[in-house]
């Protein structure tokens, strides 16, 4: 029986070491970005160069055309809308001092700006049955976070970085502001935002990965 457990676990690990590998977390390629009035410093707090910035993606770079984007936003919502890519920059807009920390154990310190979930909720009203908010990315990516997380927090989607318009391959033309989330609930390319009542796990949860992702938690379910 011992002896079962042993290797069970040890299975375990290696499942673990190679989904850790495929995550693409490590990946630091960056795209030719100008980077001219890039922001080094945000409220006394020094940032980490946009060259710098470690990046993931499970398809690669996307590149999405700004002038036929669209941002949709459905399901439990009174409303559903399309937004483009003008709509969202009409918004009011926020700016922050946010790290973003990858499971492997690396992150960055970054200035994000853009728009809250709650002031695109308030456009659209939520159901009061809602509970979780499912991100869809242009490549396929998917993440989900609880409705309370995303309103309590004041979570943004950004689409500037250290004051440079989001590059491509940072995620343009939205990010999601995970703060205080592992780096893959940190959807880029995002193009879709369900709002539902059930719980969904998304492209690496459904692999294992936590789906609470809380930075300092476990990384993986057991």
Request: aromatic fraction near 14%; charged fraction near 20%.
């Amino acid at each position: 029986m011992v002896r079962i457990r042993q290797y069970s676990f040890l299975i375990y690990c290696i499942v673990v070491l190679i989904i850790v590998s495929a995550s693409g977390c490590s990946d630091n390629s960056q795209q030719n970005v100008n980077t001219s009035g890039e922001a080094s410093v945000f409220e006394g707090k020094e940032l980490t160069p946009i060259s710098e910035q470690r990046n993931n993606g499970i398809k690669g770079t996307q590149y999405i055309d700004q002038e036929t984007y669209e941002l949709s936003i459905y399901g439990m919502v009174d409303t559903p809308v399309n937004l483009s890519y003008d709509q969202l920059l009409a918004y009011p807009s926020v700016s922050r001092f946010v790290r973003m920390d990858c499971v492997e154990g690396w992150g960055f310190d970054a200035k994000w700006t853009g728009v809250t979930l709650n002031t695109l909720f308030n456009e659209t009203g939520v159901n009061s049955n809602a509970t979780t908010v499912i991100f869809y990315s242009a490549d396929g990516y998917s993440t989900s976070l609880e409705l309370d997380y995303l309103v309590d927090n004041d979570i943004m989607l950004a689409y500037e970085l250290n004051d440079i318009t989001l590059p491509a391959d940072r995620g343009f033309p939205l990010q999601l502001v995970a703060e205080d989330k592992y780096g893959y609930k940190w959807a880029k390319w995002i193009t879709g935002i369900e709002v539902t009542g059930e719980p969904y796990k998304g492209y690496w949860e459904s692999v294992g990965y936590s789906n609470n992702a809380d930075v300092g938690g476990p990384a993986f379910e057991r």
